[in-house]
């Protein structure tokens, strides 16, 4: 199940997203709005949640969440973009990735 996270996940909204992959969240986040969309088994479907809220895909990036380990993961089909200036599956700008941690933890758990 994918949800859209505006606000801090519930524990229920957590398991949900983890049904599918049961160890990991793969998520979409936007950097801009502070909103992420988690759980299916594809970040694509993740981020056309984000893409039919309003979401611009330029600002909507890749993650993988672990809740054991509170760690997030910057590796995701979606984030190959040569025009933004990352050309591999994983996130290669220190800013985004600061951005995408911030909005995990502020939306999903870990260290605040």
């Known amino acids: 199940m994918i949800h859209l996270i505006q606000n ?11 049904e599918s ?4 969240i793969k998520l979409a986040v936007d950097i801009q709005r502070g ?3 988690g759980g299916g088994e594809f970040h694509a479907d993740c ?13 909507i990036w ?4 672990i809740p054991d380990t509170q760690q997030v993961e910057f ?3 979606i984030n190959i973009r040569p025009k933004q200036n990352n050309p591999s599956m994983k996130i290669q700008n220190q800013d985004i990735r ?3 941690k911030t909005t995990v933890q502020q939306l999903l758990g870990g260290i605040q």
């Open 8 to 18: 801090r996940a519930t524990s229920q909204q957590i398991n949900e997203m983890l």
């Open 47 to 59: 981020e056309a949640v984000l893409l039919e809220n309003g979401s611009l895909q330029e600002n």
């Open 35 to 37: 909103i992420l969309a």
């Open 62 to 65: 890749g993650a993988n969440w």
């Open 98 to 100: 600061f951005k995408i």
């Open 75 to 77: 590796e995701a089909l």
């Open 21 to 24: 992959l049961e160890t990991y």
